[in-house]
């Protein structure tokens, strides 16, 4: 397929369709948290359902546009796979700042490596596989333009942490820049690896880092969020900093012909 017919109303269906996948998902897991369905593994089965779903959506608007080779999901073989090391030094972070892992049964862990399996491929499938690879083409291939792609396909992931808005205006800001920061990254990445594999694991496994202290503990609706502070706020994202640095390195210096 070429040139799509009004490709920016594309664009707005999928981010609005996707908004409200994530809001009914928590709207559908809060009523079911209160009706008594309140354990670990039932809240995370709820979630990990609805990844799966996503990820089945997100491979059939890849096929749909004919975007598999952007996507890189057309090969298994990575080139510049040296390129995901960097990023590593997220996930040690997240492990240093783990809080006390208590013992939990073999299905809550279980169940939680699968989950965060489905994040890293949902979210890197559906903002980088889809939206980025049809950003990039719909637009002339330009430096400008594949900038823009990437950059605007992260930021779209990064506002749509804001559905959630329970961390106060610094915690959502934060999130928001965090999730920005790292979606450049991936998304630079994608073009020089030309991989989805790769960058859906290395998410994976940042996700792992940080939420492998919550295994077993359910998700309390009822709980109030402790407000970040601006100063902690901005000490998380001088951390992610060089991930936005590094993804617009690896933008600049990718190849035109083989975007």
Known sequence: MGKTNKPYIVVFLFITALSLVLVVRDRVHETLFNQGFDTYAEGIS???LVNVLLIIGALILIKRFKLSDDAGIGSLKTKNWLL?????YIVLINFLSLDEIQDR???DFSLFLVYVLSIGFSEELLLRGFLQSYLIKISKKTKRNTIFAVVGSALIFGLLHLIYFNKGIYGELTQVGFATFLGVMFGGILL????????AMLHAFIDFAAKLDSVGIPIDFNKVVEEDSLMNSIFILIIVLPCLVY?????KKAKLDTV
Not at 247 to 251: D, P, V
């Open 46 to 48: 709820i979630r990990l």
């Open 84 to 88: 995901l090391l960097f990023p590593l």
């Open 105 to 107: 049964s073999w299905l």
């Open 192 to 199: 020089r690896t030309n991989n989805m594999f790769g960058i």
């Open 247 to 251: 993804g617009l390195i690896l933008i």
